[in-house]
């Protein structure tokens, strides 16, 4: 019985391993937003700046919210973290789109 259960956690386990996503990077994550910069200025809709911090002039311009760098987001531990602790893989869309397609001409 104990050989069975070695073998089947031998088996499992890798398999497991390839569905997660390492490192987590912020441009795979569902809260990562786009610059047109670049991807290294990218910034993490998760974290928010707050409208009534002085620094945040932009909110009393133009009242849109602006959110923390994805860079500051994964220096602090209390955010993100370098482990990326609130990382949410983002679905891919296009592949999505191409298997509702496929499911759709099978039927």
Avoid: Q, W
């Amino acid at each position: 019985m104990k050989n069975i259960f070695v073998i089947l956690c031998s088996i499992i386990m890798p398999i497991r391993s390839l569905t997660e996503i390492t490192p987590k990077l912020c441009v795979n994550c569902k809260f990562f937003k786009h610059s047109f910069i670049g991807n290294k200025f990218g910034k993490c809709s998760l974290f928010p700046k707050d409208s009534k911090d002085e620094d945040n002039i932009d909110y009393f311009v133009t009242g849109k919210t602006d959110f923390t760098y994805c860079s500051t987001a994964r220096i602090a531990d209390d955010m993100c973290g370098k482990e990326g602790t609130k990382y949410i893989h983002k679905p891919n869309k296009l592949k999505d789109v191409l298997n509702n397609k496929l499911c759709k001409k099978k039927i």
